[in-house]
């Protein structure tokens, strides 16, 4: 490629070709719809501080849980029960956990054990009735211990095989109902969140130097104290605390930063609200299952009892609550600002695609017969359709098999895209599509075509001949031929089909007959001066003056019969007009080449 044609092609610029529709209607909905999307937009762009940089916060959370709680147990002491009262307090039932969590002891079973050998706690698989149902040695992952080889009685006739472990074997006991820390529904936490937004330089926390130390949340009267009753969660989330005590459970605790940092609206307050974590849709009673909701985990405490070591085996249930601190700070920045207008003002285009979805609907054919019959607004519909037309220009894929063929008793025009085949071009029916509307402009370029000469006297005039011979002739034309002045084709057989074409579909006046196609197709004053007006100083021998004359008769007939270039390019010409040209403008070895695809 020249550079030059680089150049050109970079200093150039494209730009939309619009057409603009004055009507009132469509005037008003558009501005009602820029009304919409402008109130939408600044709506959006205050309430939802799009003119703000938004940064994630970091967070750090440390909790203190509060708290006295009494349990009553009983036990059995020389074969006599005996209730035995235990207080609890914050270093018995909480316990350390990673990550933003703490744990609340609401339930417990406790199991004395030392090392030893005896029976397991009987169940499908621990279950015996001999020594040969138990194996020396063996273990798997549920076992208690390893087992000795032994079967042995492990409560009446229950005999269950014998394993070497901590003894007596934790009894698969449902948790103690109801819980035995219910009361640690009362006991408090105080959480502290600090939070820092790295990208803004801004650190605070959750607890103000200022807060009283004895308030205790309340969504609505005291929303920022940052104690929290146990019991008080659980009635946020609507859930039962001393329900969910028995066999435990996972509670979140949200804290929830919004913050605006710009000096003039500074805010940076903490929302908190509370979500059950655990799967409380799960409601299989049966504490064994893994699909029952519950928080549970085994602890030991040992000891040496006459030197012997004894340890407390202890099955913890309770609650962990999980504190997820989110949210963002917003600060203005003007890089935001921009791009949140730009990106909001596409919408602007809703006005155009609404419209265009209006004049595209009820412009359609469908929208007079078929949709509407009945119609009320067949006006509105024929309004749309001109809109239609001037906006939309439709090409149809320039195909070297396409063609335009126009009867003179027809009114609108046929599209032909197919091979022929043989047909003549005649008998194929074609597609219907209307005619273009007739522009006169050119028509009134040509002063001299419509100031004839003044006929030579003696000579008579040549469209009353050619009227003579029409009805003189009716016998020699071709079969297809409904005006009596065709002629066979002289293009080789494969493409004769072509030129099998009358100018008119049922039998009729021919249309050469007529004043226009002399006075615009055959006057050579009127082509002459076509040939000037494109090349003003045009010199032309004779041969090549006819070719020319010829030439410019067809594109003279295409565009007056198919009204619009697009179709002209590919309009055939009826056979009669053909050789009435040619007669008209000869060439003088009689050899004429015929129509060719411009594509
Ligand atoms: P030529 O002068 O010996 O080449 O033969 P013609 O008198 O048949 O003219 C051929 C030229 O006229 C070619 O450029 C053709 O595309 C054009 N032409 C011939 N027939 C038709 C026709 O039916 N329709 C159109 N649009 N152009 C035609
Ligand atoms: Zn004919
Ligand atoms: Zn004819």
């Not at 916060?57 to 509060?66: Q, Y």
């Not at 050998?117 to 076992?143: A, F, I, L, V």
């Not at 699909?291 to 602890?299: C, V």
């Not at 009596?484 to 050469?512: V, W, Y």
């Amino acid at each position: 490629m020249p550079a030059c044609c680089i150049y050109s092609d970079v200093f150039q610029y494209e730009t939309n070709k619009v057409t603009r529709i004055e009507s009132m209607n469509y005037g008003t909905i558009k501005w009602l719809l820029h009304m919409i999307v402008f109130s939408y937009v600044s709506f959006a762009l205050v309430k939802d501080k799009l003119y703000q940089r938004k940064e994630p916060l970091i967070s750090s959370v440390h909790t203190k849980v509060k708290g006295v709680a009494e349990v009553r147990e009983e036990i059995l002491e020389n074969g006599i029960k005996k209730e035995v009262r235990r207080v609890f307090d914050t270093a018995d039932y909480t316990f350390l956990l990673q990550g933003n969590s703490f744990f609340v002891m609401t339930n417990f079973l406790e199991t004395g054990q030392k090392q030893g050998r005896c029976p397991e706690h009987p169940d499908r698989r621990t279950h015996c009735s001999s020594d040969r149902n138990c194996k020396e040695g063996w273990m798997d992952p549920q076992s208690k211990g390893i087992q000795t080889g032994r079967c042995v009685v492990y409560e009446g006739n229950h005999k269950t095989c014998e394993v070497s472990a901590w003894c007596p074997t934790e009894a698969t006991k449902d948790a103690p109902r109801p819980a035995l820390l219910t009361s640690a529904e009362n006991f408090t936490v105080l959480i502290k969140n600090n939070i820092d937004f790295p990208g803004h330089n801004y650190t605070t926390r959750n607890v103000l130097p200022d807060f009283n130390t004895s308030c205790i949340f309340h969504k609505i009267q005291d929303p920022l104290c940052p104690i929290f009753r146990l019991g008080d969660i659980f009635r946020e989330t609507g859930d039962n605390f001393s329900e969910m005590a028995i066999q435990g459970g996972i509670m979140g605790i949200e804290i929830h930063w919004d913050c605006n940092l710009d000096s003039w609206f500074h805010h940076c307050r903490p929302k908190y609200s509370f979500r059950r974590l655990d799967d409380r849709t799960a409601n299989d009673s049966s504490y064994m299952s893994p699909r029952s909701p519950s928080y549970n985990f085994r602890y030991a405490k040992y000891y040496k009892e006459n030197n012997v070591e004894k340890r407390t085996l202890i099955k913890v249930f309770g609650i962990r609550f999980d504190i997820l601190v989110f949210g963002c700070g917003g600060k203005f920045d003007v890089i935001q600002l921009i791009l949140n207008i730009g990106s909001t003002l596409s919408y602007f285009g809703l006005a155009t695609v609404f419209i265009d979805f209006l004049i595209n609907t009820y412009s359609s054919k469908c929208c007079r017969s078929h949709v509407y019959p009945y119609c009320k607004c067949c006006a509105c519909c024929a309004v749309n359709e001109y809109y239609y037309r001037k906006k939309c220009e439709s090409i149809v894929e320039p195909k070297p098999t396409l063609k335009y063929v126009s009867f003179v008793d027809e009114l609108h025009i046929r599209r032909v895209d197919q091979q022929l085949l043989g047909r003549s071009l005649q008998d194929v029916k074609g597609e219907k599509v209307p005619r273009p509307l007739m522009d006169f402009t050119d028509l009134s370029r040509l002063p001299l075509s419509l100031q004839d000469p003044t006929p030579i006297p003696g000579q008579p005039e040549q469209i009353q001949l050619l009227s003579a011979e029409a009805t003189t002739r009716p016998g020699n034309s071709p079969g297809w031929c409904q005006c009596g002045n065709c002629l066979p084709s002289q293009l080789p057989e494969r493409r004769r089909s072509l030129e099998e074409l009358c100018c008119r579909k049922k039998p009729g006046a021919c249309i050469t007959t007529s004043e226009p196609f002399g006075k615009l197709i055959l006057s050579r004053r009127a082509l002459q001066f076509l040939l000037l007006y494109q090349e003003p100083l045009l010199v032309l021998d004779v041969e090549s003056t006819n070719s020319r004359l010829r030439h410019c008769a067809y594109r003279c007939y295409t565009t007056w019969r198919f009204g619009s270039q697009d179709l002209a390019d590919f309009g055939i010409l009826p056979s009669c007009c053909r050789w009435r040209i040619r007669r008209e403008f000869p060439k003088s070895d009689g050899q004429y080449s015929g129509f060719k695809s411009p594509y």
